[in-house]
């Protein structure tokens, strides 16, 4: 069976109600003594549940579980398909395509990704863009920018780019220089390996499974591994 919240909020307060009333059994139900124990119990069941929770949000955001994955993601090719049992778009995990020529170990591929995070936390790309859910509505969501279609169709065109990642980089190192929408993304002074980290950073977090967040993002078909 699919544990949701319904079931969690069900269950809760079904033990709550029965346990109360079999501790306050013989007291009538206008006794503050009956109230007394019914509050306590409610409580210790409420407090333990958010608990359980907690530990439950832990296992299922760390890196590695069944939805968000290990860093060595970076080197497959990953695509994102619509899922109609769960009315929702998907991430798929494709063949091994490498990132910038090379397969990365899980320790290196690690290293790279938590580069890839200081630098968008020192240059505050939060300003302006928001990363999954959290930031500024001032620029495009990031969450997929990996996935969207314009590094093929447009960038890599644009910046004479021979794969997506390379067109990224570049991208990102002179996005003043290559403007595609009404407003102009300034120069942030990325230096080549910086790019490099937060290409592997945003390549990885678009594998993420969010529920198909952002909404309205397009397919993109990738071969089964
Ligand atoms: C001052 C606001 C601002 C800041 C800060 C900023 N960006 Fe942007 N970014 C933009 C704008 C505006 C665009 C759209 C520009 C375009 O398409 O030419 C953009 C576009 C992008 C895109 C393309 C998204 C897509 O799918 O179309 C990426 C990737 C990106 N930014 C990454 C970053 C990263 C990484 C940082 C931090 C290192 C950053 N941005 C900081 C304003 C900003």
């Given at each position: 069976m699919n544990v949701g919240w319904l079931e969690v909020v069900v269950a809760t307060l079904l033990i709550s109600l029965v346990v109360s009333l079999v501790l306050a059994r013989?007291?009538?139900?206008?006794?503050?003594s009956f109230w007394k124990v019914a509050a306590t119990i409610t409580s210790v069941v409420m407090a333990t549940t958010l608990v359980l929770l907690t530990f439950h949000t832990l296992s299922a955001i760390g890196m590695g579980s069944k939805r968000v994955p290990s860093p060595e993601v970076i080197n497959m090719e990953i695509g994102y398909v619509y899922n109609p049992d769960r009315r929702a778009m998907e991430p798929v995990i494709g063949k091994k395509t490498g990132l910038f020529g090379k397969v990365w170990s899980a320790e290196e591929a690690q290293e790279l990704i938590t580069k890839g995070k200081l630098v968008i936390q020192s240059r505050n790309c939060m300003d302006c863009h928001t990363l999954l859910g959290n930031g500024a509505y001032y620029a495009p969501d990031l969450t997929k920018a990996w996935l969207d279609p314009k590094w093929e169709k447009q960038i890599m065109p644009m910046v004479g780019a021979s794969t997506k990642e390379d067109a990224m980089k570049i991208w990102l190192m002179n996005p003043d220089k290559y403007p595609t929408w009404v407003r102009k993304m300034p120069n942030l002074k990325l230096t080549e390996e910086e790019a490099k980290a937060v290409v592997a950073y945003l390549k990885w977090m678009s594998a993420i499974d969010t529920n198909g967040f952002p909404a309205n993002f397009p397919e993109v078909k990738v071969s089964q591994q």
């Open positions: 013989g007291r009538h139900w206008l006794e503050p």
